[in-house]
C-alpha cells in the first residue's frame, strides 16, 4: 500500500489533561501518524499546566514568541526560563510542569513521541502544591 503525504492546518483545539488547550496538528488521530505527534499551543498570560510527565515519550519544544517557566524534575526542583528561539527537551518520564507568568501569552511548537499526544500524559496531583502560585 502506498503511503500519503498529508497536510493539516492547526485550526481545531483540544483540552490536555494536562490544562492547556492545543491546536491539534499531525497526530495518529489527525493524519495516521505512527511514531511522533506535533501541535501548536499558545499559552495565555497566567496560564499553567499541571504537573505531569509523558510516560516513555519525548518531547521537543520550539518557542515561537514569548516567554515561559518550566519547573522539572523527581521534585520539580529545577527551574528553566525559556523564550523566543529557543529549543527545549523533556526527556521521557520526567515530571514537568510549564507556565507563563509573563504579560504576553506565549506561543510554541511541541513535537512528541506519541502518535496519540494524550495518551501518556500522566498527572502528577502530588506535586502541584510544590510550584509557587
Known amino acids: 500500500m502506498s503511503k500519503e503525504c ?8 483540544y483540552e490536555g489533561r494536562q490544562g492547556f488547550s492545543y491546536l491539534a496538528g499531525i497526530a495518529r488521530e489527525t ?18 499546566a499541571r504537573a505531569h510527565r509523558h510516560r516513555t515519550h519525548e518531547t ?3 518557542v515561537i514568541s514569548g516567554s515561559a517557566e518550566m519547573y522539572w524534575g523527581d521534585r520539580l526542583e529545577h ?3 525559556m523564550g523566543a528561539g529557543d529549543l527545549i527537551y523533556i526527556p521521557a518520564d520526567v515530571p514537568h510542569l510549564p507556565f507563563n507568568p509573563g504579560t ?3 506561543v510554541a511548537i511541541i513535537a512528541r513521541t506519541d502518535p496519540h499526544e494524550q495518551e501518556s500524559v500522566e498527572l502528577l496531583p502530588e506535586l502541584e502544591a510544590l510550584v509557587p502560585g
Do not use: D, F, N, Q
Not at 31 to 48: D, K, N, Q, S, Y
Open 6 to 13: 498529508r497536510k493539516v492546518r492547526a485550526e481545531t483545539s
Open 60 to 62: 521537543a519544544i520550539y
Open 31 to 48: 493524519v495516521g501518524a505512527e511514531a511522533l505527534c506535533m501541535h501548536l499551543l499558545r499559552v495565555p498570560p497566567g496560564g499553567r
Open 104 to 106: 504576553e501569552e506565549a
Open 79 to 81: 527551574r528553566m526560563v
